[in-house]
């Protein structure tokens, strides 16, 4: 295995790019593998092969559309109505079952033909939205199966488990690509580039997140000089 070569699941939204960039930060040589899963807006896949090529970092994208065939929800099913907030007691059904489970999965056989070990994806705990597949618990479980399903030695990293959004943009801002992410990454869960649509529920977590990093920024730069700008 190559530990110097990095696979990241790469969608082209906020928290994948800002783990791309990450993983060029951490490792010599970064491949990123976008999904096709029938999802309803297919630009972030485009927006995805921009943003890599820009990267310079190997780029491919696989059809696993059989996913958005194997239960209902809003981000594939173009007759539903999107939850624009969790309900109670329940899974906003944005929720695509079995959805990062799948993509690690496939992630980590096409790393083994590629002798990658090392895996990064953006799932967070923090701001998880109620997605029982974005939990430290379950990537954990995750890695001892596919380690043991391969006999391999992959490692998962999740740059973005413990952080919040805002913390996030304060990431992509360190690693230097702020105004990128928020330019040319798709978040939107109505498909729209940049800040989005601005009231899904991906759009309201990212604009909330951006606006509490720029007032900390903001304060942070006013004590440093001196004084507090408005």
Known sequence: MNKETALVVFSGGQDSTTCLFWAKRHFKEVYALSFLYGQKHEKEVELAREIAREAEVHFDAMDVSFIGRLGHNSL????????????AGSYPNTFVPGRNLFFLSIAAVYARERGIQHLVTGVSQTDFSGYPDCRDSFI??????LNLAMDEQFVIHTPL????????????????????VRTKTLTCYNGIPGDGCGHCPACKLRREGLERYLEIKNEELGMKNGLRIP
Do not use: F, H, R, Y
């Open 76 to 87: 594939t099913d173009t007759t539903m109505a999107m939850d624009e907030e969790k309900p």
């Open 140 to 145: 954990k479980s995750l890695n001892v199966t």
């Open 161 to 180: 488990m413990w952080i919040d959004k805002a913390e996030t943009w304060a990431l992509a801002d360190q690693l230097g690509v702020l105004e990128l």
